[in-house]
Structure formats: C-alpha cells, structure tokens
C-alpha cells in the first residue's frame, strides 16, 4: 500500500497551475474522487482549492483524520459546508476568484448549483480538460505502479490457462479470474469518468456472447447476466472451437492497466485465427509510428486504414453497424483518460510518459471476437510495454 | 434472467406521470443509467422523454437492437445526437416542453448545458426527487427479485462461516465470499445515487479496522487496500476474539439487498457482546413502529433515543465525532434510495411496499464493530423480513 509521496504532489499541483495561467484560471475546485486521489494522495468527501499560484488547500468534511494521515499536502482544514469556503479561503490570503474551474463534466448540476453561490457570480468553466491533460502524463512513480497492475494482469491471465475448461460458464471463468485478481489485492473499484460509464473487472466472454454489442463505448459490449447490467459474462458456456476473450483491468494501488487476450479450446476456424493474427499486424503498425509528437487521430488513421487494407472494414472495433471510432485509450486513474488514440483528434500530440491502452478487435456477430490489448507508456523512442503476457493465440 | 415485464413498465411510467401532473411538469427527459433501467427495463446510451401524458419514447443511441430485445415500451426510436430530438418529438406529436424535469442530482453540468440547448429556453427543475418517490414503492414483481437477493445474500453469509480462520485477511475473507457471490449470479456492478458513491460488494473487515472511519456515508468505513479506495477490507489479519462484520451487498437481476451480520472466533468481551444484543433491540424497536404512515424522521428518533437510553451515545452510527444521521436507508436498484430512516425526516411517511434496510451499529474506535443489518419490505401490519439469515452472533 502506497502512500503518495509530498513531492509527488508538489508536482502534481505545479503542472495543473502551469495550464490554469495559461487558460487564465484563479482557481481551480475540485471535486471528484479520481481527482482527489491524484491531487491529493487521499479520496474523501471535501474541495481541493488549488490557486494559480501556491499552496493548494484541502478542505474535508470527512474524513479529515484520514485525509491528514493520507495526504501529503501542507494545508488541510475542516469544513462541514460549501458556505465554509468563503472564510476559509480567506485564512489563507485568498479572495474568491473572479474566473475559475470546476470539474463539469462529471459535477452534477444540483452539486454545481450549490458551489456557484458560494462563488458568488465568478465564471465558472470547466477545468476537466486541464486536469485531464496533467494527468495523462505520468511520472516515473506512477510508471511504476502500473508496473505492479500489469503483474497482476499476467498472474490473472496464466490462471485462464489453468482454470478453462469446456462446458464451464462465461460467469464462472469470470468470477475465477475476478478472485484470483483480488487476493492478489485488486481494489475492485475500477474508474471511468463518462456519466453512465460502469465498470467491472472487465470483460470475459467466448464466441457469440463475445461480439453482442451493449452500451457501453467499447468494441466488444457482451450480454452481461441480466438487462440491468447488459455487458460483460453471461450464463453461456464455453464450447470448443469459439475464441474466449479476456478482456481485465487490473487495479492496484489506484492505478490500472488493461489488457485483452485470446483463448480457446481446441483451436479456432481459420477465419477468426487470421483475424487474430491481423490485430497484432495492427499492434505492430501502432508500435512502428507511436512516438511522442505524434498525433492521435493520425495514429487511429493508420491503423484503421491497415485495418481496412486488411479486410476488416466491415468487423474492426465492432460488428457492422456498432463500431467504435477508437482504437486505443489514455489509462491511469481511470480508464478513460488523455490520450485518445481516435478519430478526428489531428491536434493533440503524443507526450513521453503517457499511458495508452491500444486494443484492436475484430467482430464476427454470431460467431464471436478476437483481438489484443496492451497498455503502454511512451518513451523517448517509441512504445514500451506495462503489460507483458505472451500474445501468442492461446490454444487449450 | 428477468426482462421486465411490459405491465410493469406502464405503472411505472402511469407513477411518474401522475407525480409530474402534481409538480406541473410537461415532461421529464431521463438519462441515468438506474432510472432508465427502472423505467425500461434496458439500460442504453439514451433519453427516455415521459411526457404528462402518452406513451413515454426511448431514443437509444446505444445499442438500439438490444432495447428493442430488452424493452417492453412501445416507443423505442433511433437517435444520434441530442440535436435529434425536436424531430423525433415532433414525429410523436409531442412540442418541445415549457417546463420540463431531468435529473439534476446526478446529470453532469456539461451533458445538461447540452440538453438545455436542446429544450431552447425551457425552465428545466430537478425530476429525481418524483422519480425516486415512485421507485421507493415496490411492486409485488420487484419484491419477489429482491427476495432471490436476499437468498443469495443467505447463501453467501453461511459460506462466511465455512472459511473464516484465524490469520487468514479482511481481503482474502472478502474474496472468498465476492467469488461465491458471483458464482450464484451477483451482478457484480451495484448502484449508488450520490455524487462520488462507490461501492463494491460491501464492507468486510474485523477489529479496529472495521472502527475506522472513512469518507463514505456509513456508520463504519474501513481501511481499504490502498488510498485510492479508502474503505472496506484491507490486509489486517483476523484475530481471536475480535468481531468480523461481513456488510454485503446481494445484487441480483438488478435489485439489491444489503445484510450485516457480526461474527468472531472465540468470543467477543463482554462489552462487544452486550453491544451486539442492544444493537438487535434497537432492531426490534423498529419493528414494533415501522408502520405505513410511520414519519422516517420519528423512527429515527425512537430508535436513536433509545440508542442513547442504553448508553451508546458515543459509539452509535460511527465513532465519537464520525457519527451520522441516519440508521436505514432505502434500496432497490440503488443503495441509496428513499426512504431515509435518519434525523430531520418529519413529514415524509412510510408507505405500503416500500423496500429499505436498517442498519444499528456501534462503533469502538482501535477495538472493533457490531451491528445487524437486514432489508425489509412495509407491509399493512408492519415490517416483513427479505434478509433472513439467523441473528445469532456467530462464535467460531
């Protein structure tokens, strides 16, 4: 269990300050949990104030004990209501800000209602973007925290191999692999900050199951054990000769990696055997032009054009009629982050130290999905590995 | 797995329309992923527009094969953009409203600003507090789900008697019974309202650790397994003579129930013991005045009044100075739903078919926890049991 290190945060707070000068920002309140976790080192019900210059204060309803025991921040107080903020911002120097920032993609309406009285007629735009774009890139701390998710994905997935069998259930193989994750101290919650985004361990399903489209943005939705849920395992049972995707994230000490493999029983029909072979010539391609400067949406370009070149106009990243317009993801604290390896993203650039995962899938409907997922970081001279398992087609 | 029946879907929608015709409302515009599943019986990338009158209209962005499978409404259309929306109205005859509702309480600032654009200078007011008024009273069809939770709830519960051990840890405990639970079907994913509410399958912790207090709204928190979670099991081994809570949550075809049960190995001091058996007294408290009709904000009263008479001031709902305000909480397909059994409830009744689960505990900060929690349904002559499992407390 790791505690986040003060200097972490000191950085943390300075790069965010950096963007807010930039977008003339005063201040920026923050609210959200995956926010708090990385701003802070210590998620708890309160606001981080961070100002465009010093020190930031973190304010906690509850649990405030915790949040000093956790969090590396010089000034954390008490509060017990929004109304509190005026005076304690005044404590510390600081008037309320005439422009600043709010979290407005996920703070609801009500909650935001609330805080922009206390604000009292200060603009108020959405620092999200900000917040985003600090966090995508990450340090070598990070990095290495990632490196231990990607641990637990590789032990997670040699126990597949161990426990799939023929006739077992989709939910079975899942609720194997979900124990197996947490003894190895998966924190089961697993971050994604679209409204309506919910998540589990993943996604684990075999043949048809595994090309059910579902609503969630992802090339591989499932069928999931009831309506309420309509994703993910269901009570199917796996057969010889359908491909049995793994699709896991892995999450550990607040950070995740995801990682999709492969299997089956017996060997798959050769049309889904190519296809699996023709998502690592995609991986390879992402590998070869992957490198910090390089555009996101003219990586997604690339490798949706081989896709197409390949044949897989009508099955990459979804069956007809339900792709997606993605093929990689920023991963982190959560699971949606900067970068979106996507199309129509011509500006934005690859930075080293960022994480990506990279997942290419081909979509048979009826018939079932195969495909890779690999996360990664960005060096200075391309790609590099966190999750490492063989991506070889697993043939049980 | 249930698809929910076309006849409960229109009293549903019938209970909304008739709560809208009070608050004068036009039409409410849901897009929350347990509201669309209570009101559709499909959860999709959608809008469900339920106008004062008529058939309510699912537009589904995502994935509209599988609403029309899983819906039994009439109306389910295609739609891409919010832009749509006019249009698709128009097609049904509806205007676009002059006062409308949506969910306020949960609808993320920047998703609303787009929707506001949409209803063109409509007056738009938060929808949730009617939609959560007509979710807190269950059909005899939901009941009946809630009671194939509640029996796997049961089932879970006698497993954590077949594996506790001495040395083993909270997460090791918590593992084993999330894989039991999954296996008999547990959706994995269970919902909660609040801005920032997480949970995972619920709290399993012993000792201290189940004393500490954290930042959600529980009467216990825990440690967790790292920063980022902040609650529930971590890495503390199981000791004899300390109380083990196993807090969990049974979710099943979309509804929920939570149960806490307290065991040890070996006994508990006199102190935890006596605790305990006060605990189920405030228990038997409230069934003696949980009536239809009954104030949530008497109840409360009553039993904490009775709570301080036995001398629990200090350690009731939370250590001293992390207490909260509320002993039940209602549940279905979220956890935190009406009613509220808490302080300051003086109008709101309890009425017929209402679900909700009560929860005494106390709370010795560095020596541990105790408590019971069972899942009721409000008959005409009182309380009825969902959550059965024996209140013993259980000595290993």
Chains 1, 2 share one sequence.
């Not at 300050?17 to 309160?46: C, H, I, R």
């Not at 609801?108 to 007629?121: E, I, N, T």
């Not at 010889?240 to 995801?258: H, L, N, R, S, W």
């Not at 555009?295 to 997604?300: F, L, P, R, V």
């Amino acid at each position: 269990m790791r505690i986040t290190p003060a200097t972490e945060l000191q950085t943390r707070f300075k790069n965010l300050q950096a963007e807010m000068q930039g977008a003339g920002l005063e201040a920026v309140l923050m609210l959200q949990n995956a926010d708090l976790f990385y701003f802070t080192g210590s998620v708890q019900q309160g606001v981080l104030y961070v100002p465009a210059e010093g020190e930031p204060v973190y304010m906690v309803r509850k649990e405030f004990g915790r949040a000093r025991m956790e969090s590396g921040l010089k000034e954390i107080v008490p509060f017990k209501s929004p109304k509190d903020i005026a005076g304690i911002l005044a404590d510390f120097g600081h008037k309320l800000p005439k422009k600043a920032g709010m979290e407005l993609d996920v703070v609801p309406v009500a909650l935001f209602q609330r805080f922009s009285k206390v604000l009292d007629g200060a603009e108020i735009v959405d620092a999200s973007p900000l917040i985003r774009t600090v966090r995508a890139v990450k340090s070598k701390y990070e990095i290495e925290i990632m490196k231990d998710a990607a641990l637990m994905m590789d032990r997670t997935y040699q126990r597949a191999k161990e426990v799939i069998r023929e006739g077992m259930s989709d939910l079975e193989l899942a609720a194997e692999l979900e124990f197996f994750a947490r003894k190895l101290g998966h924190q089961g919650v697993t971050r994604m900050r679209g409204f309506n985004s919910e998540l589990f361990y993943g996604h684990i399903f075999s043949g048809a199951d595994a090309a059910a489209p579902a609503f969630v943005d992802a090339p591989l939705g499932g069928i999931g054990v009831n309506p309420s849920i309509g994703q993910g395992a269901s009570y199917k049972t796996i057969k010889k000769g359908e491909p049995i995707v793994v699709d896991m994230i892995a999450a550990f000490d607040g950070y995740m990696v995801d990682q999709t493999r492969t299997l089956c029983i017996g060997g798959l029909p050769d049309q889904l055997k190519k296809a699996y072979d023709d998502m690592l010539k995609i991986e390879l391609k992402l590998k070869e032009i992957a490198r910090p400067g390089a555009k996101w949406g003219e990586i997604y370009d690339e490798c949706y054009n081989l896709a197409c070149e390949l044949g897989y106009q009508d099955h990459f990243m979804g069956g007809k009629g339900a792709q997606v317009s993605f093929i990689g993801h920023g991963i982190g604290v959560e699971v949606d982050e900067f970068p979106f390896i996507a199309r129509g993203f011509k500006d934005q650039e690859l930075k080293e130290y960022m994480t990506f995962a990279f997942e290419p899938k081909a979509v048979y409907p009826g018939l079932g999905s195969v495909g890779v997922e690999n996360t990664f970081w960005v060096a200075k001279d391309g790609l590099k590995h966190l999750t490492f398992s063989s991506e070889d087609l697993v043939v049980l």
